[in-house]
């Protein structure tokens, strides 16, 4: 295609949405945007072998970047006659998506493109396990604790019978999101699974919700999935969605990549709960017998309980007298009627298991890879049944569904043992976690890669052969390198990073305040308290909505209690209310000309949008550097500083830098918007890395307040 056809045909299909948008104007980054993707992927080529072209875009906020990367992608989809899809990484943005964005495309162009959503399996009822749970057959297998286990076996028939009619009648969609709060309880009953399903086998397979998306989606010129789903579906080849070589995809929150990519490629397995393993025998045999299969699993279950049990006892030999002694200080350390119990970690230094313990994983393993097979080759024999003979299907069904749950326990204990043994380089993250719950000492075993970069490396990029990532933090102190090298993009060929500058002015519409205090926040308990007094007469500013965000629940409880009384029936603090209920509270206070403080964590420091009045003031009590004590935080530490590496420089302050942009972006979200953004952190200003930071955020004026005295950055 010719360049000056493509750019006119963008330019026409831009004129087009600002001419059927009332209201609409042309803003000068939301065209670089849509003419940086139509360069960058104009030259992908979607067929096999081909290296994926990939345009990366960190789009302000104001440049309106869905519509510039919607009207770009459809226009070369067509062209190449391929799809789009659009992954985001929140429910709220696939709603804007969905009801907002896609209607405006499709009232400007000639011929609308067909649009679809697509969510993950799990989120879509499995209506042969609610035949199995209105008949009383079934047992909340995905369940991991017995407390839970047991609040859901007291359900009444009823409340599955009544959903079955909700289902039937049309009333209920079968999607987990459109549930109340006491059915989302049963949902460990109802969930689709692909371990419990025969697919186009199952007698129901043409009344089934998540097929019946993926059909509507099969149609669709647009879909609009979730990092979630295209991550789970990697091990499939991306069988749930488009393949690469036929769909343009879109990563929007594109930030969020790599920790999903992580989450999905971690594991783990309990070491000492283990009802599903027995329920898997009795499946497997009673499946067996009731279709005539000479299934011989020759004791495989009992072996693979056996070793689970020698590992159980050398992991208490090992390591037990450590964990008893951290579970009774945590015990110690709870405050009267918290709830649950007392918890501790211990992680295994350089991803080393201690010797002792590496045949009894061995053992597991093998024992798992044993019996993983012979249910592998059961489930494919039974498939195979089905499709050969029809009648056999309602039986199969439920031999499959009753069989999925414990066989998916199975193949989480199976990838656990295979990552705890990895010794591959760097080493994964290998940890156990210790609790005390029902009277009994639960342990976990945990791994994960350490870094995400590999993973998309293998896993997604050769997958694909035209992908825009974007979001409006992709920089860190004003640099593309730590996302990048994060994601796994860093040296590979046709990457293009463009940063898109949002159109609002900063320095006139917003000032950032760095606060010196004089406890340092390495003083955590005397810098809260310091924080809590400067706040209250801070807070006295402000004339309609504010946002305070902090960096840890002990932080949070802290400054909320401190604060004084007449403040009190002003908060919204995060953990009181559901979300969505202190959001709706928030706003109606200040529609009605009141004071309103929202208080929360990280959830309220990113994706939440409230402009104008709803929050003119953001106060930062501390920098938000990223949870100390987390497991993968502390073992890609240790490796890069073993390789005599700095992990602050590298992993500390890049993703304080992105947090830090997210956290004072909640400040101004349209050209009207006037903010004031208070960081009680001299470090800001104090120190090297501060300054990194510092310099990293948009263009505010910039001011350090010292003994109540402004002077400027």
Known sequence: MRTTDLHDELEALYQALL?????S???AGQREMLHAIGAQLAQARFEPDQPARVCVVEAGTGVGKTRAYLAAAITLARRAGVKVVVSTSTIALQEQVMGKDLPELAKAMEVPPVVALLKGRGRYLCPVKLDLACNGEQTPMALEEPS????????????????????GSGAWNGERDSLGPDDLALWGYLGADRHACTSRHCPQFHDCPYFNAKRAASKADILVANHDLVLASLRSDLSSLPSGERAIYIFDEGHHLPATALSHFACEASLSERRWLQRLDKALDQAGRSLSYPLNLEGCTSLLNQALDDLLRGVMQSLGNEAIGQLHEAAEDRSPGSGGGPNTRIRFERGELPPELLPLWQAVGEQAHRLHAKATEFSAWLKQERAEDEELAPLIAQHVSEIG???KRLNDLLETAELMLDLGEPPAAKWLDFGVGGGSLRVV????????????????????????????TLRALGRFDYFLKDSGLAGLPNVQALEVASPFDYATQGEFTVVQTKASPKQASEHTAEVARLLAQDLKAVEHGALVLCSSWVQLHAIVAALPASLRGQLHVQGESAREQL???HRAAVERGERSILVGLQSFGEGLDLPGQQCEWVFMPKLPFLTPDDPVQEARAEWLEAKGRSSFNELVVPATGVRLNQWAGRGIRSEQDHAHIVCYDGRLASTPFGRQLLAGLPGFTKKLRRDGVETPI
């Open 19 to 23: 001419d059927s948008s009332p209201g």
């Open 25 to 27: 104007v042309a803003r």
């Open 148 to 167: 839970e286990a047991a609040a859901v076996q007291q359900a009444p028939l009823e409340r599955f019978e009544t959903l079955k009619k909700r289902w």
């Open 405 to 407: 749950a414990p066989f």
């Open 445 to 472: 075993a945990r791994a994960c890669p350490l870094f995400a970069s590999g993973v998309l490396r293998r896993h997604l990029w050769p997958l694909l052969r035209g992908a825009v990532i974007t979001s409006a």
């Open 583 to 585: 959001l709706r509270e």
